[in-house]
């Protein structure tokens, strides 16, 4: 069996080191109770009145806070909006560049059949005037051949 008084001084030893390690505590605890207590009530009355001040400046930031958070939201949908818009408009513009592409083939293309087609008309005129000559020709020497005749 453990000796009695050895039991008693292993508990005062461990007593010992719970209070020194927790003796800051106990003393700031302390010092604010004489703090707490030394302290008027006019300073608590100011204290209450800072206190309602602050709940008041606190509401008034987060009021302000959720409208700048519902500006940025809305603001971000736009930019959103605006760049799906933007991006619609260059789809846009490369089919309307590549119809004018297309289109700009095609004038060139028919340019060049009327081109044809104006030669051809040219040639054909030219080739009526010879034929109008050669019968103005023919005709010119019909006549002569009735009348030799």
Same mark, same amino acid.
């Given at each position: 069996m453990a000796d009695p008084w050895s039991e008693i001084f292993k508990r005062l030893a461990d007593r010992d080191k719970v209070e020194k390690r927790d003796s800051e505590y106990y003393q700031a605890f302390a010092q604010l109770s004489r703090l707490l207590s030394l302290s008027d009530s006019a300073s608590t009355d100011r204290l209450v009145k800072e206190n309602a001040h602050l709940w008041e400046e606190n509401e008034l930031l987060i009021t302000r806070l959720n409208l700048q958070t519902i500006r940025l939201e809305s603001a971000d949908l736009r930019a959103k909006e605006l760049t799906k818009a933007i991006r619609d408009q260059d789809a846009q513009a490369v089919k309307l560049q590549n119809k004018i592409s297309l289109l700009t083939q095609q004038l060139v293309e028919k340019n060049k059949l009327l081109e044809i087609v104006n030669d051809e008309h #040219?040639?054909?005129?030219?080739? !009526?005037?010879? /034929?109008?000559?050669?019968?103005?020709? #023919?005709?010119?020497?019909?006549? !002569?051949?009735? /009348?030799?005749?």
């Amino acid at each position: 069996m453990a000796d009695p008084w050895s039991e008693i001084f292993k508990r005062l030893a461990d007593r010992d080191k719970v209070e020194k390690r927790d003796s800051e505590y106990y003393q700031a605890f302390a010092q604010l109770s004489r703090l707490l207590s030394l302290s008027d009530s006019a300073s608590t009355d100011r204290l209450v009145k800072e206190n309602a001040h602050l709940w008041e400046e606190n509401e008034l930031l987060i009021t302000r806070l959720n409208l700048q958070t519902i500006r940025l939201e809305s603001a971000d949908l736009r930019a959103k909006e605006l760049t799906k818009a933007i991006r619609d408009q260059d789809a846009q513009a490369v089919k309307l560049q590549n119809k004018i592409s297309l289109l700009t083939q095609q004038l060139v293309e028919k340019n060049k059949l009327l081109e044809i087609v104006n030669d051809e008309h #040219l040639i054909t005129q030219i080739q !009526q005037n010879v /034929l109008k000559d050669r019968v103005g020709e #023919l005709e010119r020497e019909l006549g !002569q051949l009735k /009348l030799t005749k």
